[in-house]
C-alpha cells in the first residue's frame, strides 16, 4: 500500500472516531439536559434518580444545579445530590457540601462528611473539625477518617483526641486516619503519651504500636513502668505489635509485673518479637502462678520456635488446668520436634477430651510413625473431636510416608 493510501485511510479513521466522539459528546450533552429537567420534576424519587444520574455522567456544568438542589426539601433528594457533586470534584461544590454538613438529615450529613474527605480540599478542615467533636457518634467517625484523607497538619491534634471517644468505631478511625498522616503524627502521639490523663497515654501508646517506626519504640518502652496498669498493658501490646527486639529486655523486666494481666501482655508481646534471648524467659513463665500466663507463654514458645521449649512444655502437659494442658500439647506441635512425641502420646491419655483431640492433632504435625498405633487407638475415642483429630493426623502420616 503507498504512503499517499496509508494517510488517506489514517485520515478516514480520525474522522470516523471524530464524529463518533461528537456524537457520543451530543448524546451525553442532550442526556444531561434531560436529568436536568428531571432534578426540577414533582416527583422527590425522579430529582433522587436524576441527581444520581448526574453524578455519574461526570459533566461539570451541572454542578450549579445540583447545588441548587442541596435545598430540596427531600432529604434522599440532598442525599444523591451531596455524592454527585463529590463525583464532579469540582471546587465550586466545596462550600455547599461543608454547608450541608449542618443539614437536619443524618444521613445527608454524613455523605457530606465523607465527600468533604474524597474532594481533598483544606477549606473543610475546620468544618470537619467542628464535625468530629459533635454529638452524633457516625458523623464523628467518618469526620476522622475525612480528616485523614485531607491530611493537613492541622487535623493532628483533634484526631489524638479522638482516640479517647467513647465509641470505638469513631477511635478506630481516628487511629486509621493517623496512620493515613504517617510520619507527621508521631510526634504529637509521642507527646500524647506522656500527658497526665491515663486515657490519653493509653490511646497515644496504642497507635504508636499500630503506625510503627523507629521513633515509636522509646514511648513505648517507657510506658511499661507507668504507674497506671492499663497504660503498662497497653504498651507491652503495642511493643509485640511493633516487632523491635529494642522490646525484648524490657519486656523480660516486665514478666515480674505484680499483675498477672501484665505478665500475660509482656509474654505475649515477647513472642511476637520472636528473639532468641526471650526463650529462658518465657520458659520460666510457663510457671507462673496464673493460668492465663502459663497459657500465653505456651503460645509465645511455639511462635518463638526454639527447640529449648520442647521439655518445659512436655512438663505442662502435667498441669492441673486443661487449658494450659492443651496449650501446651498444641505448641509443641508448633515445634515439630520427635523428642515431644512420647509426652504427646501420653497426653492422648488425659481426661480432657480437650487435651486428648490437641495431642493427636500436634502428633500428626509431627509426622512421626511411632504414633500410628496410638492414633489408631484414638479413633475409637468416646469424643468425636478426638477420633476427628486422630484420623487427620493418621492422613498426614500417610501422606509423609508415600
Do not use: F
Amino acid at each position: 500500500m503507498s504512503n499517499h493510501r496509508h494517510r488517506s485511510v489514517r485520515r478516514l479513521a480520525v474522522g470516523a472516531a471524530l464524529v463518533a466522539w461528537c456524537l457520543l459528546g451530543a448524546a451525553r450533552a442532550s442526556e444531561v439536559d434531560d436529568q436536568l429537567d428531571r432534578l426540577r420534576d414533582q416527583d422527590p424519587r425522579v430529582r433522587q434518580w436524576a441527581a444520581e444520574a448526574l453524578g455519574k455522567l461526570g459533566i461539570r456544568r451541572a454542578v450549579p444545579a445540583l447545588v441548587t438542589a442541596l435545598k430540596d426539601k427531600n432529604p434522599d433528594v440532598r442525599h444523591n445530590v451531596v455524592w454527585a457533586l463529590g463525583r464532579l470534584k469540582d471546587p465550586r461544590a466545596v462550600e455547599p457540601v461543608i454547608a450541608a454538613i449542618q443539614d437536619d438529615d443524618e444521613a445527608v450529613r454524613n455523605a457530606a462528611v465523607r465527600v468533604l474527605g474524597e474532594l481533598g480540599d483544606k477549606r473543610s478542615v475546620v468544618p470537619l473539625i467542628g464535625a468530629l467533636r459533635g454529638s452524633d457518634p457516625a458523623t464523628r467517625g467518618w469526620a476522622a477518617e475525612a480528616l485523614g484523607k485531607i491530611g493537613d497538619g492541622a487535623v493532628i491534634p483533634p484526631l489524638i483526641q479522638a482516640l479517647r471517644d467513647k465509641e470505638g468505631p469513631v477511635r478506630s478511625k481516628a487511629t486509621a486516619a493517623l496512620g493515613k498522616i504517617g510520619a507527621p503524627a508521631l510526634g504529637p502521639l509521642i507527646a500524647a503519651a506522656k500527658e497526665r490523663d491515663a486515657g490519653m497515654r493509653c490511646a497515644a501508646l496504642k497507635t504508636l504500636g499500630e503506625l510503627g517506626g523507629d521513633r515509636a519504640a522509646a514511648p513505648l518502652i517507657a510506658g511499661l513502668k507507668d504507674r497506671v496498669a492499663d497504660v503498662r498493658e497497653t504498651a507491652a501490646w503495642s511493643l509485640g505489635r511493633l516487632g523491635d527486639q529494642r522490646g525484648v529486655e524490657p519486656l523480660v523486666a516486665a514478666l515480674g509485673d505484680e499483675l498477672w494481666t501484665m505478665r500475660a501482655r509482656a509474654v505475649e508481646a515477647l513472642g511476637k518479637i520472636r528473639d532468641p534471648r526471650a526463650v529462658e524467659p518465657v520458659i520460666a513463665a510457663l510457671k507462673d502462678t496464673s493460668c492465663e500466663v502459663r497459657i500465653r507463654a505456651a503460645k509465645a514458645l511455639a511462635a518463638l520456635r526454639d527447640r529449648r521449649g520442647v521439655g518445659p512444655l512436655a512438663a505442662v502437659l502435667k498441669d492441673k488446668r486443661w487449658q494450659a494442658r492443651r496449650q501446651a500439647a498444641t505448641a509443641l506441635g508448633a515445634l515439630v520436634d520427635p523428642l515431644a512425641v512420647d509426652p504427646l502420646l501420653a497426653a492422648l491419655k488425659d481426661d480432657s477430651e480437650y487435651v486428648r483431640s490437641a495431642a493427636a492433632s500436634a502428633l500428626g504435625r509431627i509426622g512421626d510413625r511411632r504414633a500410628a498405633a496410638a492414633l489408631q487407638k484414638a479413633l475409637d475415642d468416646r469424643n468425636w473431636y478426638v477420633r476427628n483429630a486422630a484420623k487427620l493426623a493418621l492422613k498426614k502420616l500417610q501422606k509423609k510416608s508415600d
